[in-house]
């Protein structure tokens, strides 16, 4: 959530330029800084909130708000003796916005709209400086800490104030619970009930924006869009999907192969941890016994053991494709293979104990067992049919 573009306040300083919180916290603090700028924690924005910013945006800013520059404008004009409706549409803004900015922001001892006095009287209210429900009610605020106790999820307990409090809409609270717990203060809950959610974090976790995610490889991956035609309609063998399936931790895993025409399976031992090189030199070892003709693709995601994809990919006579984060749907055929796979690795499971020979039985009662979608035969056979056929 720190990397959010900066929304709340559009002509923040270092914000203007369309920044991130983070971005414009550089040089002003530690790295939680800009988070706290966001959600009102830190001295600095609540000191800046209540100052005049005489910067205007670059390249526009929200229609939402007007900036400091937008009020001037509209002081000028005013004074020119321009109606509101002239004055929107030099501003390109709704009348009613500019109707509802002089009535709000023009005191009755005011001689007339004044645009620096106006803006600092917006900030100040934007303060909004106000308790919660939470804060103000101590007996909600018992009934939401014993049932955080229990293990309630805030969603549960929203749900139950509404059930066994209708006529109370005051207690109906839903985000407001998070808040009371993350971002409290004196009269809120106690940050150790944190430890009672489902996630135990003791802070929200900040999310990344999917716009500025950083590669992963040093050498850029093919993505799954250039992959040939003959991948999608299954008309050949030779098309291979992969993945890992991990234990418990992610501190073990199994790598899996399975052909997207005959859907055969093959493991991937990892006995040693599943790095780079040591899943590049697992699957060449495991392709190795399966025929050239038998390795045109490989479609993998974006997880860093795929790092050496690029020497990798000379095993595969078409190359390696990357599908884009977040997007398991795109390796359908993997994805129900490793769902068919946990019967046998479970999740919480450490795969470091399993062996080769292990590995091996496993795949051979997955490829002998006849599947519906290849009409009642098995993998093997249609991989050995389709290997010989001309």
């Not at 804060?135 to 014993?146: A, M, Q, S, T, Y």
């Not at 998070?178 to 971002?183: C, E, S």
């Not at 900040?206 to 590669?215: E, G, I, K, S």
């Not at 946990?342 to 399993?354: E, G, H």
Request: net charge positive.
């Amino acid at each position: 959530m720190g990397s959010r573009a900066c929304r709340n306040t559009p002509d923040h300083e270092g914000c203007a330029d369309g920044a991130t919180w983070t971005q414009a916290a550089v040089g002003r603090g530690g790295p939680s800084t800009g988070p706290c700028w966001r959600t009102g924690s830190a001295p600095s924005r609540r000191a800046a909130l209540s100052g005049s910013d005489a910067r205007p945006a670059k390249g526009g800013h929200s229609s939402r708000f007007l900036s400091l520059l937008d009020r001037q404008r509209i002081a000028s004009l005013h004074r020119a003796g321009c109606g509101v409706r002239e004055i929107a549409r030099r501003l390109g803004r709704a009348p009613s916005m500019i109707s509802r900015e002089l009535r709000r922001n023009t005191a009755r001892h005011d001689r007339c709209y004044d645009g620096d006095l106006a803006h600092a009287r917006a900030r100040q209210r934007a303060r909004r400086p106000r308790r919660s429900r939470i804060g103000r009610d101590p007996r909600l605020r018992e009934i939401v800490r014993k049932l955080l106790e229990d293990e309630w999820s805030p969603e549960q307990i929203a749900a139950h104030l509404r059930s066994a409090y209708p006529d109370q809409p005051s207690w109906h609270v839903c985000h407001e619970i998070y808040q009371a717990l993350y971002h409290g203060g004196e009269d809120g809950l106690s940050r150790t009930l944190t430890a009672k959610l489902r996630t135990g974090r003791p802070l929200r976790r900040h999310r990344r924006r999917a716009d500025v995610r950083q590669p992963r490889f040093v050498v850029p991956a093919q993505l799954i869009d250039h992959r040939p035609a003959e991948v999608e309609d299954r008309s050949r063998i030779g098309h291979w999907e992969g993945a890992l399936i991990v234990g418990r931790m992610s501190q073990s895993a199994i790598g899996t192969l399975v052909e997207r025409r005959s859907r055969l399976v093959r493991l991937v031992h990892l006995p040693d941890g599943h790095s780079a090189f040591r899943c590049r030199a697992a699957i060449e070892q495991v392709m190795a016994s399966v025929p050239a003709s038998a390795r045109l693709t490989l479609t993998w995601d974006q997880g860093s053991e795929m790092a050496e994809h690029h020497l990798l990919a000379v095993m595969f006579g078409e190359g390696i494709y990357s599908a884009p984060p977040a997007s398991p749907w795109l390796r359908g055929t993997n994805e129900n293979t490793n769902g068919l796979l946990r019967q046998y690795f479970q999740k919480k499971a450490d795969l470091r104990a399993y062996t080769v020979d292990d590995l091996l039985r496993v795949e051979h009662r997955l490829n002998r067992r006849p599947r519906k979608v290849l009409g009642w035969r098995t993998p093997a056979e249609v991989f050995a049919a389709d290997l010989v056929a001309p």
